[in-house]
């Protein structure tokens, strides 16, 4: 009787892959896990999200009732298949949030290094992908292969609950266009919003190859108002994914700023905020006279390194980073030299191989010498941004990346910045020596979520950003020449220190200040060596390339604490950044 049983089961088990009722509603329950999800993680009204549930529930019912055979209905739902897995990992990973326009920027201009790192850490998110998709597609082949089919019965079935689901999900975005100011049913339900910003990441994909062309004749009209026969050497180090919040010259407990503390003539800002959560917005943005509120006039505008250009300087630009024919490769190549120093596809180089380039370049003794150092800074994997010399904190292994391992995530963080607080303090040392006016200024691109509160959020460049993505450490280091030459240069930092910065707007025209450069692009009032500087406006870019005020943007209770925390109350109240609720 038992081996009968036993028999039965087996029996049955082997006539699922031949089930064509069971495929079509595992195909169907895996498409509608994303919608699900996000129904229950956005801030959105309750129409919008049945239509998101109803909609595509009914469209996926007919696909299935319309075709012959149901394993054609599979491969007809392919291409949404693949943009669910997407979204699956894309939750598994920031857990909130339609994949966005940057997401599919950042795929396309992600080295393979740093697209293995991660995904080498996404264990469980690839498991379910393969668990939920990979099946679906591998079961649709067999199905496919043996010709199964619905039963006219269960067609029918699928059919009518398909209309029916379609109907419940027309009248709700009616509705919704009704009764919610601004709805829109492209943006509001999933796979649509995620196809439409696929095609929109398409096009801005089709701008940056038209980059030359469209920024072809545009110029700085930069002149330097400096005497032409003294030595000045300016220096702009952009850092990757570096957290003021783990900085010790911004009162983080552990000291991972030992060497930039002692140094004579340096400034730390402690309230300075990217624009963007992303690589390939913020280092643009950086490094040229664009910013969240004109960031569609990238382009059409060349570097900072074109307007040095113009005004007499030699230009250099050294990256331990690998070119990604993003805007970032296109103004490292208006500089007089341009060196990669990545290790190929899948190793990076550590930032201190940038020192003996920046030692050389600084040995040729130009008269006027202009360099952007481009460095992998603290991106993830952590453990592989340092030599093991600046293991300090332990343990530090490689470990898969969850929030039970955050402790050792920390250490190999820290000992990131460890090692950026050498590396910055040996530039700065590099241009002290060079004994003539000169500058360093350094910010990184964004900040990093590492598992720090309830929401266990890791990395950056998520949809909605938080505030420990946008908080980034930004400082200022000026010569004892160029001190005696202006002594209210430094005076004006220090006051400017107690201010919020968007290094986005600030640190091109500081540079300019300093080094006497007249453009009708420089902004005065941005320069934190100016007396007049004026406070920005928080903002954020959207993935539409629309620059939110803090008060639009979807901070959660954690964020607003850990922003009051840092501006304190005054400062936080003056810039009503939660005047719009949590």
Same mark, same amino acid.
């Given at each position: 009787m038992r081996h009968s049983s036993h028999h039965s089961i087996f029996d049955n088990i082997k006539k699922i892959p031949g089930n064509a009722s069971l495929l079509a509603m595992w195909v169907i329950a895996a498409l509608m896990i994303p919608n699900i999800v996000l129904c229950l993680t956005e801030p959105e009204p309750l129409l919008s999200g049945l239509s998101s549930f109803f909609l595509p529930l009914g469209v996926y019912s007919l696909i299935m009732a319309g075709v012959k055979r149901t394993g054609t209905g599979v491969f007809v739902v392919f291409p949404l298949i693949f943009?669910? =897995?997407?979204?699956?990992?894309?939750?598994?990973?920031?857990?909130?949030?339609?994949? =966005?326009?940057?997401?599919?920027?950042?795929?396309? !201009? !992600? &080295?393979? %290094?740093?697209?293995?790192?991660?995904? /080498?850490?996404?264990?469980?998110?690839?498991? =379910?992908?393969?668990? @939920?998709?990979?099946? &679906?597609?591998?079961?649709?082949?067999?199905?496919?292969?043996?010709?199964?089919? @619905? %039963?006219?019965?269960? =067609?029918?079935?699928?059919?009518?609950?398909?209309?029916?689901?379609?109907? #419940?999900?027309?009248?709700?975005?009616?509705?919704?266009?009704?009764?919610?100011?601004?709805? /829109?049913? +492209?943006?509001?339900?999933?796979?649509?919003?995620?196809?439409?910003?696929?095609?929109?990441?398409?096009?801005?994909?089709?701008?940056?190859?038209?980059?030359?062309?469209?920024?072809?004749?545009?110029?700085?009209?930069?002149? &330097?108002?400096?005497?032409?026969?003294?030595?000045?050497?300016?220096?702009?180090? +952009?850092?990757?994914?570096?957290? *003021?919040?783990?900085?010790?010259?911004?009162?983080? $407990?552990?000291?991972?700023? $030992?060497?930039?503390?002692?140094?004579?003539?340096? !400034?730390?800002?402690?309230?300075?905020?990217?624009? /963007?959560?992303?690589?390939?917005?913020?280092?643009?943005? @950086?490094?040229?006279?664009? %910013? *969240?509120?004109?960031?569609?006039?990238?382009?059409?505008?060349?570097?900072? #390194?074109? *307007?040095?250009?113009?005004?007499?300087?030699?230009?250099?630009?050294? %990256?331990?980073?690998? $070119?990604?024919? &993003?805007?970032t490769q296109f103004f490292a190549e208006e500089a007089d030299t341009t060196v990669y120093l990545s290790g190929g596809e899948f190793t990076a180089a550590h930032d201190g191989d940038l020192l003996p380039l920046l030692s050389h370049e600084i040995e040729k003794k130009h008269t006027k010498q202009f360099i952007v150092l481009h460095s992998y800074g603290s991106h993830f994997r952590y453990s592989d941004r340092y030599p093991e010399d600046f293991a300090h904190f332990t343990p530090d292994n490689c470990v898969d990346a969850s929030a039970s391992n955050r402790p050792i995530l920390i250490n190999a963080y820290d000992n990131t910045i460890l090692y950026t607080d050498y590396v910055l303090s040996e530039i700065i040392t590099a241009a002290a020596k060079a004994g003539c006016k000169a500058a360093v200024v350094y910010s990184t691109d964004h900040g990093e979520d590492i598992f720090d509160d309830s929401r266990e959020r890791f990395l950056h460049a998520s949809p909605t950003p938080t505030a420990m993505q946008l908080h980034v450490p930004v400082l200022c280091w000026l010569s004892d020449e160029c001190i005696a030459q202006s002594p209210d240069y430094i005076i004006n930092l220090r006051r400017n220190s107690r201010n919020c910065v968007s290094p986005q707007k600030s640190l091109c025209m500081t540079l300019f200040d300093i080094a006497l450069i007249d453009s009708p692009f420089m902004r005065l009032e941005w320069s934190l060596v100016n007396a007049g500087y004026s406070e920005p406006r928080p903002v954020y870019l959207t993935d539409r390339n629309e620059p939110l005020p803090w008060s639009r943007v979807n901070f959660k209770s954690d964020d607003y604490k850990y922003l009051k925390a840092v501006l304190g109350d005054e400062k936080f109240d003056k810039l009503e950044i939660n005047r719009c609720g949590k």
């Open positions: 943009f669910a =897995a997407f979204q699956v990992v894309l939750l598994y990973l920031y857990g909130e949030g339609v994949i =966005a326009v940057d997401m599919f920027l950042n795929v396309f !201009t !992600t &080295s393979v %290094s740093e697209a293995t790192e991660l995904l /080498s850490n996404l264990v469980m998110a690839l498991v =379910a992908v393969t668990l @939920l998709y990979v099946t &679906s597609i591998v079961w649709g082949a067999y199905a496919l292969k043996t010709n199964i089919r @619905l %039963s006219v019965r269960m =067609a029918r079935r699928f059919l009518f609950c398909g209309i029916v689901w379609c109907a #419940i999900g027309a009248v709700c975005v009616g509705a919704g266009y009704f009764f919610i100011p601004g709805f /829109s049913a +492209v943006r509001s339900i999933f796979p649509a919003n995620a196809v439409a910003n696929l095609v929109e990441a398409c096009r801005r994909a089709g701008q940056m190859e038209n980059y030359h062309q469209t920024s072809g004749a545009f110029s700085y009209d930069a002149k &330097s108002m400096a005497d032409p026969n003294e030595r000045e050497l300016y220096i702009f180090v +952009v850092g990757e994914t570096g957290r *003021a919040h783990n900085w010790s010259l911004g009162g983080y $407990p552990r000291n991972t700023n $030992p060497r930039l503390s002692e140094i004579k003539g340096l !400034t730390y800002f402690p309230k300075s905020f990217s624009e /963007s959560n992303t690589t390939h917005k913020s280092v643009p943005m @950086l490094i040229s006279s664009a %910013s *969240a509120e004109n960031f569609d006039s990238i382009y059409n505008y060349k570097s900072v #390194i074109t *307007a040095f250009n113009e005004a007499g300087y030699h230009t250099a630009f050294f %990256s331990t980073q690998t $070119p990604n024919r &993003s805007y």
